[in-house]
């Protein structure tokens, strides 16, 4: 035989070899969580993860997964989805064994470094969150109120100079925009200390939201397929993906803002002011790491609040009964001189019943975060009971979060669940009602990573809802086609127009 034959058939043996180990590392992987089902071709690859979030609308395809085959499903070849609102506590509890998984490496903003979300180190992890929670809970930003009153101030005073419609002129407001302007120019204030002036500009400063909009679709595939979270650790490989801090507009120039502000904070003459990042600063936060914390608080902090704005503005208005109620009491509460201030302080929204249950009812029915936030099962693997059936869950196996299938859980919400009713949360007894508000409590995280700008969440829409009803009337343009909603692990939304007037002072 020839030295080319001879060759040949020694690769050929090699291909056959390599097509053998192939075909039974798919069939090991396949057999290490054959009792869980999913879609056709799940236990094969991650096809069908990267189809979901393509077709952008991720919070459908997941919960029919759990709807079709159990609160525990397939969806990848290591990957499971869970509706279980009891396997999400134990995941995430305290002194769970459960990690993070891959897909957190996804929402790494700058190539190579990490934030308090991105990390999937857990002792790192730990000790970051204690450095940031300070500064998160308002501990240490005596400002933090008043700095999220000024931006209602502004979004109030926008509206009557722009945007009220009279008998004589017709003047249309994207309240889906709008409301964004006011979540950046919050968070970039208690981020940075300087606001973007999205509001007072009226305008996407730098272009950030525009930009956001066209990346997300990469982040969250990102998040999702493994190959590419591990490719994106590689720093070099990063810098021609990610933005850069050059960029004129987008979220290139938010870093570039970003290094900019946090820098003032440093040097032989720094600037002092006591607000987040000296807090931040004042824990133990490199420069470096100050940029990094900055910009996911932006990111995640803006595009949450936002939805939960839309997304409650559009059932309030959608639902007279409800928009009426909840108006008859901040009536009520401004006559009673509950809220004498230009804008209601938190420490009085928060006795006000039915507008906690509207905001409660608000995020359940359309929770702002759909993504997986995977965890990761122990090396040993763990044994659970899940209605009543006990199930092992193979250690290193990555588990999902079905976001829309928990908060929609008939078990739990009724079998209403699908309607938008703030009633549920007074009506219900005593053990429904704290199996309700701690199932709602997922839509934070829960355990040890429950978002740390929950308090400060919380705080802007206690008040922006008061206010908004306090001050207008609002009502949809167009009823058959009241705004454009994408998902693809967060909400992606536009053109919610609405007409506003101006109210009567009460």
Same mark, same amino acid.
């Given at each position: ?15 056959? &070899? ?46 029919? !997964? ?65 450095? %940031? ?14 700095? &999220? ?43 940075? #200390? +300087? ?20 990346? %997300? ?23 021609? !993906? ?9 979220? #290139?120039?938010?870093?570039? &803002? ?40 932006? %990111? ?16 309030? &208005? ?15 509460? !401004? ?15 928060? +006795? %006000? ?7 409660? +009812? ?97 705080? +802007? ?26 998902? !693809? ?18």
């Amino acid at each position: 035989m020839s030295q080319l034959g001879a060759f040949n058939v020694q690769y050929w043996h090699l291909a056959v &070899i390599a097509l053998v180990a192939y075909v039974v590392r798919l069939y090991r992987q396949y057999h290490r969580l054959k009792d869980f089902k999913g879609p056709r071709g799940t236990g094969f690859s991650s096809l069908w993860m990267i189809t979901a979030v393509k077709r952008q609308k991720t919070n459908l395809a997941y919960a029919s !997964v759990n709807e079709r085959f159990g609160p525990v499903s397939r969806i990848g070849p290591n990957d499971l989805i869970t509706s279980s609102p009891e396997l999400l506590w134990r995941m995430n509890g305290v002194r769970s064994n459960y990690t993070k998984g891959a897909w957190y490496l996804g929402s790494r903003i700058q190539p190579g470094r990490d934030n308090v979300f991105s990390g999937i180190d857990e002792e790192h992890h730990t000790k970051r969150r204690a450095q %940031l929670a300070s500064g998160y809970s308002g501990k240490d930003n005596p400002g933090l109120e008043g700095d &999220i009153d000024t931006q209602i101030q502004n979004w109030i005073h926008l509206i009557k100079t722009k945007y009220i419609t009279t008998p004589k002129s017709f003047r249309p407001m994207d309240l889906a925009r709008k409301a964004q302007y006011f979540t950046l120019d919050v968070i970039t204030q208690v981020a940075f #200390g +300087e606001a973007f002036g999205d509001l007072v500009n009226d305008e996407d400063m730098y272009k950030y939201i525009e930009s956001t909009e066209e990346m %997300l679709e990469i982040i969250i595939l990102a998040a999702a397929v493994p190959v590419l979270n591990y490719m994106f650790t590689i720093q070099w490989l990063g810098n021609l !993906v990610f933005p850069s801090d050059k960029d004129g507009t987008g979220i #290139g120039k938010l870093i570039g &803002i970003a290094k900019e502000l946090v820098g003032k904070r440093f040097g032989t003459k720094p600037f002092y002011k006591q607000d987040m990042i000296e807090s931040f600063k004042r824990h133990g936060l490199t420069q470096d790491e100050l940029v990094s914390e900055s910009l996911i608080q932006v %990111l995640a902090g803006s595009d949450t609040s936002a939805t939960t704005i839309r997304a409650t503005m559009l059932y309030l &208005i959608s639902h007279p009964r409800v928009y009426r109620k909840l108006q008859a009491e901040i009536d009520a509460a !401004v006559k009673g001189g509950k809220a004498s201030s230009p804008v209601i302080k938190a420490s009085e929204a928060v +006795e %006000l019943p039915y507008l906690q249950a509207v905001i409660k +009812e608000g995020m359940r029915i359309w929770p702002a975060v759909t993504g997986l936030l995977t965890k990761v099962v122990p090396p040993e693997g763990d044994t659970v009971v899940i209605d009543g059936k006990q199930m092992y869950l193979p250690g290193g196996t990555n588990i999902g979060y079905c976001a829309w299938g928990i908060h929609h859980n008939k078990d739990v919400f009724g079998d209403d669940a699908h309607i938008f009713r703030p009633e549920r949360w007074l009506e219900a007894g005593e053990e429904n009602l704290a199996r309700m508000m701690k199932t709602a409590e997922l839509i934070w995280g829960w355990g040890k990573y429950q978002c740390l700008g929950k308090s400060v969440a919380t705080m +802007e829409l206690n008040k922006i809802f008061f206010e908004l009803l306090r001050n207008f009337d609002f009502c949809l343009v167009d009823p058959t086609n009241p705004w454009k909603s994408a998902n !693809v692990g967060l909400w992606m939304q536009s053109e919610l127009w609405v007409e506003v007037t101006e109210r009567s002072a009460t």
